[in-house]
């Protein structure tokens, strides 16, 4: 059963991002969230349903301002379809993205930085867990496909590496 405090973080990072449905499901247990359907869902086994409405809606106003990133994010959808010899490192979870492991840092990497396998490319956090990612490939970035601080689907490209 998932606790009320994990439950409000996964509210908050629906809330700032740009996705308008979010569903995870662990031991059972099936949290769906629904931004524009006011509908928050938690289902488990014990036959427990708990439905309540986003009472913050008020937040709508940030979402007109985050429309515009998935346009920019359709735009590299071409360039990764058009190059196949180009590796991509996916997300292994649903998170928020990081560039540095803190807001003074500089970004792990940049386009044309080289990585190897073991090369942390960027942190994806998890309610209040900071996942380093490894490049997983030696290669040159090629391009970076999402923005600091965008929140990141399980599986979502999020860089573009030439295999060396």
């Not at 007109?64 to 010899?85: G, H, I, N, R």
């Amino acid at each position: 059963m998932f606790k009320v405090q994990e439950i409000r973080e996964i509210i908050k990072l629906v809330d700032a991002s740009t996705i308008d449905e979010f569903v995870y499901e662990a031991d059972g247990a099936k949290v769906k969230l629904k931004k524009n359907g006011v509908v928050t869902e938690v289902v488990s086994p014990k036959k427990e349903a708990v439905a309540a409405p986003v009472v913050q809606q008020t937040p709508a106003a940030p979402a007109p301002a985050a429309a515009p990133a998935p346009v920019k994010e359709e735009a590299p959808a071409a360039p990764v379809s058009a190059d196949a010899d180009l590796h991509k490192i996916t997300s292994p979870m649903v998170g928020t993205f990081y560039q540095a492991p803190s807001p003074d840092s500089p970004a792990y990497v940049k386009v044309g930085d080289k990585v190897g396998e073991e090369s942390i490319v960027c942190i994806v956090e998890a309610m209040k867990l900071f996942n380093e990612i490894e490049a997983e490939i030696t290669g040159e970035i090629v391009e970076i496909l999402v923005k600091d601080g965008q929140l990141v689907e399980y599986g979502q490209p999020l860089f573009l590496v030439k295999p060396e």
